[in-house]
């Protein structure tokens, strides 16, 4: 995808709609990036070209059916409904009118624990508000939403909460000091008291069923102490948000996935080490007894220390080489705002070869893993650079050479960047201390 496009939802249950380039007066996309659904359930996403005019129904459902159909028998399959021969402009009629769930939705409240869900935002009260809302909105029995205000520098975030949900008991603000993502979620770590614990970035927007879906991944398999989700753009209407999605974008495929050192792990040669299959930080829930139990996030990686990110990453690691299991859960959704300007796109990069590095450099530091580390690092910068490696394949021939450099940079520069950071850690420790 090379030029802005309509970022879309289509429902299989429902009948179709026409796919139009645009409202009158918003400047028409040429093509649109369609999240196709069944039950709620993503099945996958479809490139329709807009550029010859709206797309009608029936194209649509030829589309679908051509790209999608194996999703979609297997879905129907594993909900014990009976298959179908094609898809029509009318959408699919699977036995659960009236306002029956379908089955694939039909666990009882009961199965679902009390819930916290925590958002860490900094001097951002429009974005964390619709972030809120959309969790309050949500498909799911009971739960706390805990907005952490991370070394605030004004009251507009407590204010914009206080209007917006100052009278709903569900919704708590606390302030925590320390600058930094991880020292923000570690805030709202203590304060939960939920028997699950999940953790969304503010710039994002939840589907109704992404808790619901998310607590669900823990009974993926025995012993999972984290549940990621999947995370589609909200919006890609500049360069740098089409951009992102070609650097790697976030969503890690519609097909669940459970981790492991052992039965689940897979055949990847840099696996547990190549992180950023696990999923991100900005939709995850875990076990918060083994969370704690394993320090929290780590305060010397993220943002707003000199490493950049990698607190979540780091989590997810700590918790596969502890012996526990993480789960890549799709059926959990969020939309995020991917940054508009490239110049943000280019920071962006560079924190996250920093955050990816830190990370790295940390574990080989820390744990017992740096033999089996250092040789596999030959296989990484192979990875790395590769042009046909799963981490590059996506990128077009407009995707700026800068952007793959400034990535590299932020990759060397790691290693003294966690070195940094956790000297001052270790300082502010002892001076509070």
Same mark, same amino acid.
């Given at each position: 995808?090379?030029?802005?496009?309509? +970022?879309?939802?289509?429902?299989?249950?429902?009948?179709?709609?026409?796919?139009?380039?645009?409202?009158?007066?918003?400047?028409?996309?040429?093509?649109?990036?369609?999240?196709?659904?069944?039950?709620?359930?993503?099945?996958?996403?479809?490139?329709?070209?807009?550029?010859?005019?709206?797309?009608?129904?029936?194209?649509? =459902?030829?589309?679908?059916?051509?790209?999608?159909?194996?999703?979609?028998?297997?879905?129907?399959?594993?909900?014990?409904?009976?298959?179908?021969?094609?898809?029509?402009?009318?959408?699919? +009629?699977?036995?659960?009118?009236?306002?029956?769930?379908?089955?694939?939705?039909?666990?009882?409240?009961?199965?679902?624990?009390?819930?916290?869900?925590?958002?860490?935002?900094?001097?951002?009260?429009?974005? *964390?508000?619709?972030?809120?809302?959309?969790?309050? =909105?949500?498909?799911?029995?009971?739960?706390?939403?805990?907005?952490?205000?991370?070394?605030?520098?004004?009251?507009?975030?407590?204010?914009?909460?206080?209007?917006?949900?100052?009278?709903?008991?569900?919704?708590?603000?606390? +302030?925590?000091?320390?600058?930094?993502?991880?020292?923000?979620?570690?805030?709202?770590?203590?304060?939960?008291?939920?028997?699950? +614990? =999940?953790?969304?970035?503010?710039?994002?927007?939840?589907?109704?069923?992404?808790?619901?879906?998310?607590?669900?991944?823990?009974?993926?398999?025995?012993? *999972?102490?984290?549940?990621?989700?999947?995370?589609?753009?909200?919006?890609?209407?500049?360069?740098?948000?089409?951009?992102?999605?070609?650097?790697?974008?976030?969503?890690?495929?519609?097909?669940?996935?459970?981790?492991?050192?052992?039965?689940?792990?897979?055949?990847?040669?840099?696996?547990?080490?190549?992180?950023?299959?696990?999923?991100?930080?900005?939709?995850?829930?875990?076990?918060?007894?083994?969370?704690? =139990?394993?320090?929290?996030?780590?305060?010397?990686?993220?943002?707003?220390?000199?490493?950049?990110?990698?607190?979540?990453?780091?989590?997810?690691?700590?918790?596969?080489?502890?012996?526990?299991?993480?789960?890549?859960?799709?059926?959990?959704?969020?939309?995020?705002?991917?940054?508009?300007?490239?110049?943000?796109?280019?920071?962006?990069?560079?924190?996250?070869?920093?955050?990816?590095?830190?990370?790295?450099?940390?574990?080989?530091?820390?744990?017992?893993?740096?033999?089996?580390?250092?040789?596999?690092?030959?296989?990484?910068?192979?990875?790395?650079?590769?042009?046909?490696?799963?981490?590059?394949?996506?990128?077009?021939?407009?995707?700026?050479?800068?952007?793959?450099?400034?990535?590299?940079?932020?990759?060397?520069?790691?290693?003294?960047?966690?070195?940094?950071?956790?000297?001052?850690?270790?300082?502010?420790?002892?001076?509070?201390?």
């Amino acid at each position: 995808m090379q030029a802005p496009a309509r +970022v879309l939802d289509v429902e299989l249950s429902e009948p179709l709609p026409t796919l139009d380039p645009g409202a009158p007066g918003d400047t028409a996309a040429r093509s649109a990036l369609v999240l196709v659904r069944l039950h709620g359930v993503p099945l996958g996403t479809l490139e329709i070209d807009l550029a010859q005019g709206p797309v009608p129904p029936a194209a649509l =459902a030829e589309a679908a059916w051509a790209e999608l159909r194996g999703p979609l028998l297997g879905h129907l399959a594993h909900d014990g409904l009976d298959p179908v021969e094609s898809l029509g402009t009318r959408g699919l +009629v699977t036995g659960t009118a009236g306002g029956t769930r379908p089955p694939c939705q039909r666990h009882p409240d009961a199965e679902f624990p009390f819930a916290s869900v925590v958002i860490s935002t900094h001097e951002r009260p429009g974005p *964390v508000c619709e972030c809120v809302a959309s969790v309050l =909105a949500a498909d799911y029995p009971s739960l706390e939403v805990i907005v952490v205000d991370n070394a605030p520098s004004s009251s507009a975030t407590r204010d914009a909460i206080a209007e917006r949900f100052g009278n709903d008991p569900r919704v708590a603000y606390v +302030v925590e000091t320390t600058p930094g993502a991880s020292a923000g979620r570690n805030r709202g770590l203590r304060e939960a008291t939920g028997g699950v +614990v =999940a953790f969304l970035d503010d710039d994002v927007v939840v589907d109704r069923l992404w808790l619901r879906s998310l607590v669900l991944g823990f009974q993926a398999a025995p012993g *999972v102490a984290c549940v990621t989700g999947m995370i589609l753009p909200a919006e890609l209407e500049t360069p740098a948000q089409i951009w992102i999605e070609e650097f790697g974008g976030f969503d890690k495929g519609y097909e669940q996935q459970v981790f492991d050192l052992g039965e689940y792990a897979p055949d990847d040669p840099l696996y547990p080490y190549s992180v950023g299959r696990f999923g991100s930080g900005a939709s995850a829930a875990f076990d918060p007894a083994i969370l704690r =139990a394993l320090g929290g996030f780590d305060t010397s990686l993220g943002p707003a220390t000199p490493a950049k990110g990698g607190e979540d990453l780091d989590a997810f690691l700590r918790i596969v080489l502890a012996g526990h299991r993480l789960v890549y859960e799709p059926r959990s959704l969020v939309r995020h705002r991917h940054r508009r300007e490239y110049d943000d796109l280019r920071r962006t990069v560079r924190g996250y070869g920093i955050g990816l590095a830190s990370v790295l450099t940390k574990t080989m530091a820390t744990s017992g893993h740096r033999l089996d580390m250092l040789r596999r690092i030959p296989r990484g910068a192979l990875y790395f650079l590769n042009p046909g490696s799963a981490k590059n394949d996506k990128k077009t021939s407009t995707f700026p050479r800068q952007l793959t450099l400034t990535e590299m940079g932020g990759v060397l520069l790691g290693p003294w960047c966690y070195l940094r950071s956790r000297v001052r850690t270790r300082r502010t420790q002892r001076s509070r201390g």
